[in-house]
């Protein structure tokens, strides 16, 4: 037995897996595909991007925001996530030029333009905008979503 | 065979009806006319009429020169306006068929250029009352022709009695070659005729036109070779697919006599012995062939039968022992199914979990992909988080967005759609896997409910005879006989069933041989030893040809005919291999233009030596190009003027002056059609 004696043991970190959200160029490119796609003027919210961010997540999400759409805004909607990582992004779409801060509001800079304009060249991300282009710029609205986060605000939030 | 016989112009101009005509004997015509006199538009007429113009270089009346269109300068400096212009070709064929063809150029009314009428019979001279019949036809396409119209291509090639082989095009349709195609390889052009062989052959999507109209010429095998070999393939897959069916149907006969077949092939093959071949079905463990399995139960309903029926009360204490061992074999059973059809749940629950991980890394590759593309896209944009680098602060941000305090490496986003791609290929294994357990398990509970219920029917039976009358006969034996019966039937049927199979397999078996050796029959190179013996002819009177009209260029023993397209090229050693040159590139100009001599007559001689499909016609508009010595000019004349039962129209201006024309034609039999002044001149 003496023979398989275990003198030491090494650990050594390997590169992990991360999810595609965590990359910083799916993330940019989310974020000019909703200014472009979803928002009049090229210009949102902070609250609608994560809205529409978390809605690409996946099919479940897609759904819900779907089923609040169909419903005429009638259904309560679970609260959706808001993430660090797509204000981290937002943090370099400003810093890389691609959009700017105005009065609160993200809006798509030419530079974002012509980016949103080789990722249609790149024909990829098809599910997101098949997703995009169902929304497209009038059904969901900055002001739709202030009245939703405030109802909700009402009723969940004490004080 | 196609004979030109007449040719007539009718131009109505503002001042009066201009034209001419002019007829042509077999053998050799030399039309002779000085340059500007309308040499070349006699030429295009006749290629008009036939609507072979494309190979002049365009469609309908555009190809025609301004005299038919226009106006007229007859004579010098004098101009009349052209109102309307009609052009009549009397053409035969073979069976001595002859027919005339009217078509306009120019039309007052609202005639289209691509119509055409079709005299059956003579029309130019024609001094009889009646006119012959016609039939309006319609040329390239129905433009302005109405639909009952008949195509006149289709027509001509009746009237050649050809039957113009289907091509396979550029985009992988079969259509017709067309007549038009065909027509390059007898009729030279002037202008750019002799830039090459068949350099005016039109294209239409066709790859390798050239050798598709040579191989129609000289009738060559290696078409209906090349084609049959199509067939051959198509017809296999066929066979291959009727035997794939033919499987299932053994394997489901076998599945529902409850046995297994043994011997069957998985792909078709010539078989000789079906003894091998057999559904083998169990018996107290011990496998039988159907013919001996059925051999047993009647030997088994043979021995039942010699018994007497037992009445009930005789019967009782094996009936209860029976009833005893029955039920033990149920409760056993009952939990088998029990154990079975709950791993049989888990199972199929877990393939509902790997197939919606499977659509989820789906998904997942599919955003890292486009993520990766946008990467690469945006590095070329300029941006700097497209190199990983914080635009802010250029520090390394390792390609995530997760918070710094997290001290992971992720994944370069290459490795990490390897890393999908991986696990996408082990969640199919899995799948895969687990579809087979799932189906083996589900035949298996199959296998046990019907036991089940059989026992139990059985259990029934037991019991209601152990209730019943004492002095009654026993029912079970009884039904154990009609049991036994009703099998045998079955199997009878289901013997016939297989054998009506094996009959269908034979049949499979022997077109699959039929097929093999219709295959072997096939030359390898698709090259039947006819066209092997056309070709050589072809080169080799190629080869005197050229010798005859004194090409220097290359030595005669590189000269030869490919095997790819036909055409003559050079063939020289390279290294240990040969390699092939154009003869167009390795030759001087003049010498060119002998090649074209002695390519389009050796066809033509090849062609009427094999009994081919060439039309027996050569037009060549000003063949004594590139300064061709007359001294040679004269030796082409004389050797094609032997062509007598073939008709040749050479068109020449003989450099506009008598003594080239008389040096030329020297001792040469010819007929001589002379445009003398100018083609299209006043009528009175």
Request: proline content about 3%.
């Given at each position: 037995m003496r023979d398989f004696e275990i003198k030491d043991v090494k650990f050594s970190k390997k590169p992990i897996s991360i999810p595609v959200d965590y990359r910083p160029m799916y993330k940019i490119a989310q974020i000019v595909m909703i200014l472009s796609i979803t928002c009049i003027g090229n210009k949102s919210s902070l609250l609608k991007l994560h809205l529409l961010s978390w809605a690409l997540k996946d099919d479940k999400n897609k759904d819900e925001v779907l089923e609040l759409i169909k419903k005429n805004y009638d259904t309560d909607i679970a609260v959706w996530g808001i993430e660090p990582a797509l204000n981290r992004a937002l943090l370099f779409c400003i810093s890389e030029n691609i959009c700017t801060l105005e009065n609160g509001k993200y809006l798509l800079t030419k530079k974002g333009e012509d980016f949103f304009k080789i990722i249609l060249k790149a024909e990829v991300f098809k599910e997101e905008f098949e997703f995009l282009n169902f929304i497209g710029k009038k059904k969901i609205t900055d002001n739709r979503i202030e009245s939703i986060s405030k109802k909700w605000s009402l009723f969940n939030v004490k004080n | 065979m196609l004979k030109i016989n007449k040719i007539k112009f009718d131009v109505n101009t503002d001042s009066g009806l201009f034209g001419s005509n002019y007829e042509f004997s077999s053998g050799l015509n030399i039309i002779r006319a000085d340059n500007t006199s309308g040499k070349s538009s006699l030429f295009q007429a006749i290629s008009y009429c036939l609507g072979f113009e494309e190979i002049i270089g365009g469609r309908n009346e555009k190809t025609m020169q301004s005299v038919?269109?226009?106006?007229?300068?007859?004579?010098?400096?004098?101009?009349?306006?052209?109102?309307?212009?009609?052009?009549?070709?009397?053409?035969?064929?073979?069976?001595?068929?002859?027919?005339?063809?009217?078509?306009?150029?120019?039309?007052?009314?609202?005639?289209?250029?691509?119509?055409?009428?079709?005299?059956?019979?003579?029309?130019?001279?024609?001094?009889?009352?009646?006119?012959?019949?016609?039939?309006?036809?319609?040329?390239?396409?129905?433009?302005?022709?109405?639909?009952?119209?008949?195509?006149?291509?289709?027509?001509?090639?009746?009237?050649?009695?050809?039957?113009?082989?289907?091509?396979?095009?550029?985009?992988?349709?079969?259509?017709?070659?067309?007549?038009?195609?065909?027509?390059?390889?007898?009729?030279?052009?002037?202008?750019?005729?002799?830039?090459?062989?068949?350099?005016?052959?039109?294209?239409?999507?066709?790859?390798?036109?050239?050798?598709?109209?040579?191989?129609?010429?000289?009738?060559?095998?290696?078409?209906?070779?090349?084609?049959?070999?199509?067939?051959?393939?198509?017809?296999?897959?066929?066979?291959?697919?009727?035997?794939?069916?033919?499987?299932?149907?053994?394997?489901?006969?076998a599945e529902k006599g409850g046995g297994k077949i043994v011997g069957i092939e998985q792909k078709p093959t010539i078989i000789n012995d079906y003894r091998g071949l057999n559904i083998f079905l169990t018996k107290d463990e011990e496998e039988y062939s159907i013919s001996n399995y059925i051999d047993l139960q009647i030997e088994e309903l043979r021995l039942t039968e010699k018994k007497t029926i037992f009445s009930v009360g005789q019967n009782i204490s094996t009936d209860e022992a029976q009833l005893e061992k029955l039920n033990n074999f149920i409760n056993q059973l009952s939990l088998n199914y029990e154990l079975l059809s709950n791993e049989l749940n888990f199972d199929k629950d877990r393939l509902r979990s790997y197939k919606s991980q499977l659509s989820l890394l789906k998904i997942d590759l599919g955003k890292n992909k486009g993520a990766l593309k946008v990467k690469n896209l945006g590095a070329e944009f300029d941006l700097k988080t497209s190199n990983e680098v914080c635009p802010t602060c250029n520090q390394d941000i390792k390609d995530s967005l997760l918070p710094l305090e997290v001290e992971q490496i992720p994944m370069r986003l290459e490795d990490n759609i390897d890393f999908i791609d991986a696990q996408i290929k082990m969640i199919v294994v899995y799948i895969e896997g687990q579809e087979k357990t799932i189906n083996e398990k589900e035949k298996k509970i199959d296998l046990y409910r019907a036991k089940l219920s059989e026992s139990r029917s059985n259990v029934r039976q037991l019991k209601k005879e152990l209730i019943s009358d004492e002095r009654l006969p026993s029912i079970i034996e009884i039904e154990n006989r009609l049991n036994l019966k009703k099998r045998i039937e079955f199997y009878k049927k289901f013997l016939e069933d297989f054998n009506q199979l094996i009959e269908d397999l034979k049949d499979l078996s022997e077109q699959w041989k039929k097929i093999v050796i219709s295959e072997t029959k096939l030359p390898k190179n698709f090259f039947s030893k006819s066209d092997d013996d056309k070709l050589k002819f072809l080169e080799n009177q190629f080869k005197i040809l050229l010798k005859e009209f004194n090409y220097t260029s290359q030595q005669n023993e590189f000269i030869h005919i490919s095997r790819e397209n036909y055409l003559p090229v050079i063939s020289k050693p390279f290294g240990e291999e040969t390699k092939d040159y154009s003869i167009r590139f390795d030759s001087s100009g003049s010498d060119f233009i002998r090649c074209i001599w002695a390519y389009t007559f050796s066809l033509l001689d090849t062609s009427i030596k094999f009994d081919g499909n060439h039309p027996k016609l050569i037009m060549m508009d000003e063949p004594k190009q590139q300064d061709a010595a007359i001294e040679n000019f004269h030796t082409f004349l004389k050797r094609i003027s032997f062509h007598v039962k073939s008709q040749i129209l050479i068109f020449a201006s003989f450099e506009n002056s008598d003594e080239a024309f008389k040096t030329a034609t020297k001792d040469v039999e010819f007929n001589l059609v002379y445009i003398e002044d100018k083609l299209i001149k006043p009528i009175e």
């Open positions: - | 038919f269109r226009d106006q007229v300068e007859y004579p010098k400096d004098s101009f009349h306006k052209v109102i309307q212009s009609f052009v009549y070709l009397e053409i035969e064929n073979s069976k001595n068929d002859i027919v005339t063809i009217k078509r306009s150029v120019l039309s007052n009314s609202d005639r289209k250029p691509q119509l055409v009428d079709v005299y059956f019979g003579k029309l130019i001279n024609n001094t009889d009352d009646v006119l012959p019949e016609y039939k309006p036809m319609y040329i390239h396409d129905k433009g302005g022709a109405t639909d009952e119209m008949y195509g006149f291509h289709l027509f001509l090639e009746n009237f050649l009695d050809w039957n113009l082989p289907n091509v396979l095009t550029n985009s992988g349709d079969s259509r017709k070659l067309y007549i038009q195609q065909i027509a390059s390889s007898f009729m030279i052009e002037q202008k750019s005729g002799w830039s090459d062989f068949f350099a005016t052959m039109p294209h239409f999507g066709l790859a390798n036109k050239e050798a598709r109209a040579i191989e129609f010429i000289l009738k060559l095998d290696v078409t209906e070779n090349k084609k049959r070999k199509q067939q051959i393939v198509f017809n296999k897959k066929i066979i291959e697919d009727k035997w794939a069916t033919l499987n299932n149907q053994f394997i489901r006969l």
